[in-house]
């Protein structure tokens, strides 16, 4: 059996990565699905859906709206609304079809060796709703409604309106070492003072926020949920508190700011992946200005591609841009909003499927990946083109990477990867040593694969990386860290899920403070269990504190003000 489930899955999915295995349980716990859990029905006197292919096996109506839920939850981010395929492969009904149901209930239940966890095994899904699915990917994908000016004027709420807002800022709290910290299952961030390690407050937010951004001027708080939900959060209230909100679309993960000289906190930038868009917004209000849509034409083939999400965004501090990178159609647009009714944008051919990155050290070089064709494409912002496209490991995945001045090859940045053990350094001085120049220099052998992030910073000569989708228990507590002043000598690796005292959890996303001597790490339990924030001091490697509380639920993304505002990583 387990042959057949391997033969079939490197035949099929051998690509399909999915992180969604982390997806809110709960949703799926609807009336509907108890009464999925109750068994196989006769269908007498069911509503059935009326499916426009004939081949497509029968369902309920409940049926596929539980199947809707699910795919949305749990498999859209990786496969697309439309499941074209992305970070994980296309499931186009067809294709579906010819595989049938029982092998399909079978790649669901027990994963694939790409990387797709097994939401049977892991208790993520039941027999039924496994079975549900099965059949549910054999349909055409259903296409969710569009959302544009309309729909965003409707959901916005300015709550505190800018002249209510104070003028100083009426708290003591040291906001430079402020720590945003999403908390993924109950849809809130909680904001930890780095000082006193003192929650200070927590935020509702939009579903399983994804990431929180800094304005320039460190004032205001911007998060993204996976619901498309913004919320712009004031740090210097005497709590702080959110003061405005907009719906940017139904499946969204990134948000920047204007950080350009002259346009400090004016605009704010958001992405969707539904409908595939960006839209830029009033910084201080979130009024939305102007959507753009991003369908159009693959840079390699020249196919259109219905779906191009919006991946990762980076505000740029040498020009007034904002870097886009566009996921399916493998193009990074440089949008000047200078003059945002004449909006003029340049068009760079990347590569596919673009996800994550950050900048290099000078700022100037943006450093995206590709995960699916093992490349980080290297955009330099000055010049506005490609700089080059650098073959790394397996499905590089770096957060927004992190860079240090190697020992023998000069500035560097770095990426860990999912598919394999490895970090590759790139070179990024091509004045200084153009021989190194976007080409790996080192590699660095990190505990395990399945990592997501790593960091180091300015002041230290540590670098930190995890490895949370390993699928070995002991790996996935566990980081390794570098010495950057010795790269040949092996990590040490530290379990850090045993110092919070927690068994069952994974441990993600090292994020230094504002002076670069501690770092941060989440030790993320499943949503009804315990987790913990664990604060390491850097130079010593010990535990300095472990940050405990019951409404610390599922911590994931950590984001330092300062870090974060000043993109230092
Ligand atoms: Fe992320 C960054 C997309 C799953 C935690 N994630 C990003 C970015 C994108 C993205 C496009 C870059 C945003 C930017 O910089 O503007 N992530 C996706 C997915 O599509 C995917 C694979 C599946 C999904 O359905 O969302 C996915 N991501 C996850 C998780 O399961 C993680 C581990 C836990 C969680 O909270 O959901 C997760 N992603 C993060 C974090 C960042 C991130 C913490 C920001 C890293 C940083 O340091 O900037």
């Known amino acids: 059996m387990k042959h057949l489930v391997k033969g079939l899955a490197l035949a099929v999915l051998p690509l399909a990565v999915s992180m969604a295995w982390a997806a809110d349980a709960s949703k799926t716990n609807t009336p509907t699905t108890t009464y999925l859990q109750g068994g196989g029905s006769t269908l007498a006197g069911v509503e059935m859906f009326q499916s426009n292919d004939p081949d497509a096996p029968p369902m309920t ?17 990786c496969h697309g609304v439309l499941r074209k395929g992305a970070t994980g492969k296309p499931l186009l009904p067809k294709a579906m079809q010819k595989l049938g149901t029982e092998s399909l209930k079978i790649f669901i239940n027990y994963g694939t060796p790409g990387g797709m966890p097994g939401f049977g095994t892991a208790n993520e899904m039941t027999e039924k709703e496994i079975e549900v699915m099965a059949r ?8 969710p409604p569009e ?10 709420k300015v709550l505190i309106p800018v002249d209510k807002r104070p003028k100083k800022k009426m708290n003591n709290i040291n906001i430079d070492n402020v720590f945003s910290v999403t908390l993924r299952d109950t849809g809130e961030v909680a904001l930890i003072d780095g000082d006193t390690k003192k929650i200070v ?13 800094l304005s320039k001027s460190g004032r205001y708080l911007y998060t993204t949920g996976r619901d498309g939900l913004i919320n712009l959060i004031d740090l210097w209230m005497e709590t702080p508190a959110t003061v405005a909100t907009i719906r940017t679309g139904s499946d969204a993960r990134s948000i920047d700011t204007s950080k350009f000289k002259g346009y400090e906190d004016k605009y704010a930038i958001a992405g969707t992946y539904w409908p595939p868009a960006y839209v830029l917004m009033d910084g201080f209000t979130l009024e939305p200005l102007k959507i753009m849509s991003t369908r159009g034409y693959t840079y390699d083939e020249q196919e259109y591609h219905p779906e191009p999400r919006v991946a ?6 040498i020009k007034p841009e904002f870097v886009v990178n566009v996921k399916e159609t493998g193009k990074v647009l440089l949008v000047d909003y200078s003059d945002i009714k004449n909006l003029k944008t340049t068009e760079i051919e990347a590569e596919r499927f673009l996800h994550d990155g950050g900048w290099d050290a000078s700022k100037r070089y943006f450093m995206v990946a590709a995960n699916m064709r093992d490349t980080v494409s290297v955009v330099d912002t000055k010049e506005g083109k490609l700089a080059a496209n650098v073959k790394v490991g397996t499905k590089p995945h770096p957060g927004r990477g992190t860079n240090w001045v190697d020992v023998k090859y000069g500035p560097v940045w770095a990426t860990g990867h999912l598919g394999d053990d490895r970090i590759a350094e790139i070179g990024t001085d091509p004045k200084k040593h153009p021989k190194e120049a976007w080409k790996v220099v080192r590699w660095l052998k990190n505990h395990g694969s399945g990592s997501l992030f790593l960091k180091t910073h300015p002041k230290s000569h540590h670098l930190w990386s995890d490895a949370p989708l390993n699928p070995d228990l002991e790996t996935r507590q566990s980081v390794s860290v570098f010495d950057l002043k010795h790269p040949e000598k092996p990590a040490t690796v530290i379990n850090i899920a045993k110092i919070a005292g927690i068994a069952e959890a994974r441990v993600a996303h090292p994020e230094y403070n504002a002076n670069g001597d501690e770092v941060w790490l989440s030790v993320w339990g499943p949503k009804d269990k315990e987790s913990a924030i664990v604060v390491m001091d850097d130079k010593t490697m010990k535990v300095k504190t472990v940050i405990k509380d019951k409404r610390l639920i599922t911590p994931t993304g950590k984001f330092n003000v300062h870090n974060t505002q000043y993109d230092v990583y």
């Open 61 to 77: 109506k409940a049926e596929f709206d539980t199947g809707r839920q699910v795919y949305f939850d749990r498999c859209a981010g």
């Open 136 to 143: 549910y990917i054999q349909q055409p994908p259903p296409q």
């Open 147 to 156: 959302w544009g000016m309309k729909e965003m004027k409707a959901s916005w």
């Open 201 to 213: 407050a927590f935020l509702k937010t939009g579903f399983a926020v994804h990431i929180s951004r």
């Open 312 to 317: 990762s965004i980076v505000s740029s501090h």
